[in-house]
């Protein structure tokens, strides 16, 4: 191929690629991003699958003495991956009218969303120790302790040992989708998406798939009945 040859081919936008027999007009990219989640899918209905056998197979599932998890607050946190996923909406929808500064703005709200979601991931599992001093009272304790504080420990029990390993992978997903949209964010400030809203679809596609698998694991993990 031919450096000229070559050079056209990154030059195509994504209205402009060709049809595919089998995959229509979609980008590379968009595919093997389709292909990493379907992975990733099966990866986490393992996981399900696993704690629903364990679930089942229990007499008792939370063993005596354990804590409860806090239904109330990690519905809060649902709402803030389900906000984050509204506002990666409206970054692709941005991206589209080719207006960047708006589609800045609403990754970095995207953003926001799931750093809001990991930090209060870290305070069900460990508290916020000093901020729980800093403030005091009954909030201040509230903040200060976590899971881990209350007893409940990796490989105490099924119980344990399937909720930290099943949220932590997912809290995973998370931060590694923030580090994604961060990098996305900057290449779209500085003008170097030169694929035009292609991009931005992408790391979408990976955004909305977390944000789906959450609504599962808190379905099962929290909302099931003990």
Known sequence: MSAHSEHAHHDILPDQWPVDDHY???????????????SDALTFAGFLLAYAILRGGSEKWRPEGSPSL???????????????????VLAFAA???????????????????????????WKEY???????HLIGGSAGHWLSEGLTDEGLKFGQSHYAT???????????????GCVYLFVTLLRNHF?????????????????HFVDLIWILVFTFIYLIPE
């Open 126 to 132: 460990f508290g916020f120790e000093w901020l729980g």
């Open 70 to 88: 806090g239904i109330n607050f990690t519905a809060i946190l649902t709402f803030l991956l389900i906000c984050s996923s509204v506002t990666m």
């Open 95 to 121: 991206a589209v009218e080719k207006d960047r500064k708006k589609t800045t703005k609403f990754l970095a709200l995207t953003i926001l969303g799931g750093v809001l979601f990991l930090c209060g991931q």
């Open 191 to 207: 003008g170097k998406l030169k694929d035009n809203y292609n991009e931005i679809e992408i790391v979408g596609l990976f955004w």
């Open 162 to 176: 399937t909720f930290y390993l099943i949220t932590s992978f997912h809290g995973a997903h998370v931060f590694s």
């Open 24 to 38: 229509g007009k979609v980008t590379t990219g968009k595919i093997g991003m389709w292909i990493f989640l379907l």
